[in-house]
């Protein structure tokens, strides 16, 4: 009759190489899954927000042509019927788009990355039309 084989405590601990070289590779291969999805993402919300601000200057450079006026406002153009009720009016960071008409030109303006408007990363829609 054998004698059962006691281990070394420290031997506890020890995780076979093989099996640390699949929970590494399954990890980073998580990591990477996850960035790739963020990024897709990004882009579409960054597409989506683009489309919002192409409908959203096209509606305003209407306005203005019955309104020359008045500078109208995402509000009153969902409000006056001038946009889709579903049409969503935020940038790709979820601030609110704004339509800006100065010296003679339209615009669409989103806050950018910092959400804070009037800062360098603002991004832009100009009305070429006008």
């Known amino acids: 009759m054998s004698r059962p084989r006691f281990h070394d405590v420290s031997d506890l601990g020890r995780i076979p ?3 640390l070289l699949t929970l590494l590779v399954g990890a980073g291969l998580a ?13 579409a919300a960054e597409h989506r927000a683009t489309e919002a601000a192409r409908a959203l200057l096209a509606a305003a ?4 042509a019955s309104h020359a006026d008045a500078c109208p406002t995402p509000s009153v153009l969902l409000a006056d019927g001038a946009l889709p009720r579903d049409t ?9 788009l704004r339509v800006v008409c100065a ?28």
């Open 17 to 19: 190489r093989g099996a």
């Open 31 to 43: 990591l990477v899954t996850a960035a790739v999805a963020e990024r897709r993402e990004g882009a």
């Open 61 to 64: 450079r209407d306005h203005l």
């Open 88 to 96: 969503e009016l935020t940038d790709a960071w979820g601030e609110r």
């Open 103 to 130: 010296g003679g030109h339209l615009r669409v303006r989103s806050a950018g990355p910092d959400r804070r408007a009037g800062t360098a990363d603002d991004q832009i829609l100009a009305d070429s039309a006008r």
